[in-house]
């Protein structure tokens, strides 16, 4: 079965600085997609970046890069010059072929708190 | 109005009530989802739907009961609800269901409190 595991439930970053969000996940689909969110405490998941099971290159968008470990079965989010508007909670997602592409498997979260 | 949108924002409902949780995404997308985010627990998928037609139950008790009249509007209707039933209820769309490499846009949530 699909599983994400998110090892932190809560993390501090001094503002500025780098942080990695861990995320590991167990699937035994050769073929799948791995995704991050962001939820404010506003409550709406922003998508933040997708990395997929063939990409040979980690995916970047801005501040965010993922940190695609395929042997290990590991994806962390790096999120680089923190800013105070981070803090918020991030979900790491996993969808694949064989389990049918419409099961979307979240992790239970970490929450972030940048420090000014 | 942008992206997916979600009202009320807020629902306060009695366990006899009936009452609708409504979601319309302007993306022009295919498939639509419901999840239920209550505290200290992973998202949990409710439904799905693809091209109006429904994908997937995830063993959801039958006081919930989705209606997807066209692609950019989904419902929840909702009846003899229970007080563990509170929590956040999220609406999302993604292009559709052929690839699995689809994000998802989400609505802001409904807080629904049962008293």
């Known amino acids: 079965a699909q599983k994400i595991t998110q090892t932190q439930p809560g993390m501090f970053v001094q503002e500025k600085e780098a942080v990695t969000l861990d995320c590991t996940y167990d699937?035994?689909?050769?073929?799948?997609?791995l995704f991050w969110y962001k939820q404010p405490s506003s409550g709406e998941m922003i998508f933040l970046i997708y990395q997929g099971s063939y990409d040979e290159q980690n995916a970047t968008e801005g501040r965010y890069s993922l940190n695609f470990q395929k042997a290990r079965k590991s994806a962390n989010l790096v999120i680089s010059a923190s800013q105070l508007g981070d803090s918020a909670m991030y979900f790491c997602a996993m969808s694949g072929m064989k389990t049918s592409y419409d099961k979307v498997i979240f992790g239970p979260g970490t929450s972030l708190s940048v420090i000014p | 109005e942008t992206g997916v949108t979600q009202t009320p924002r807020h629902l306060v409902m009695g366990m006899t009530n009936k009452k609708s949780l409504k979601c319309e995404q302007h993306l022009g997308h295919n498939a639509m989802y419901w999840y239920k985010q209550s505290a200290k627990k992973p998202l949990e998928l409710m439904f799905v739907?693809?091209?109006?037609?429904?994908?997937e139950n995830n063993s959801v008790p039958s006081r919930f009961s989705p209606e997807c009249p066209n692609s950019s509007h989904l419902f929840l209707h909702l009846h003899t609800l229970q007080p563990e039933d509170s929590a956040l209820y999220l609406c999302?769309?993604?292009?559709?269901?052929?690839?699995?490499?689809?994000?998802?846009?989400f609505g802001p949530g409904t807080r629904l409190t049962v008293t």
């Open positions: 699937t035994s689909d050769q073929s799948y997609g």
């Open positions: 999302a769309s993604s292009q559709d269901l052929r690839e699995f490499v689809y994000e998802q846009y």
């Open positions: 739907y693809n091209f109006k037609e429904q994908t």
